[in-house]
């Protein structure tokens, strides 16, 4: 197919409106949204969004959820590694109780 727009790609329907800023958004969440990415069944590039955060793979057939705009987030990503055990949670640190009975006996 020839290439009908030169940079401002699927943007482009939006003709001169809502802004370069706001345009240039829309296209880059867009390229990433509207390509093929490769499936973590089956490793054919094959996912393609079906409904936000919904993607399904066409070679395969699997389904699942992930990003609104991507199969996978780095947020995502994060949680999964937490679930996995990869990373421990922040642990929360105890407060130093008897510093803070010190200042407040120095109050009084
Ligand atoms: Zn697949």
Redesign the pocket.
Known sequence: MAKRTKKVGSAGRFQARYGVRARTRVRNVEIVQKAKHI?P????Q??KRVSTSIWQ?G????KFAGGAYQPRTESGQNVEKMLRGGIEKPEITPEPQEEIKEEEGKKK
């Open positions: 499936c069944s089956c490793g054919h094959k996912i793979c070679k395969c057939g699997i």
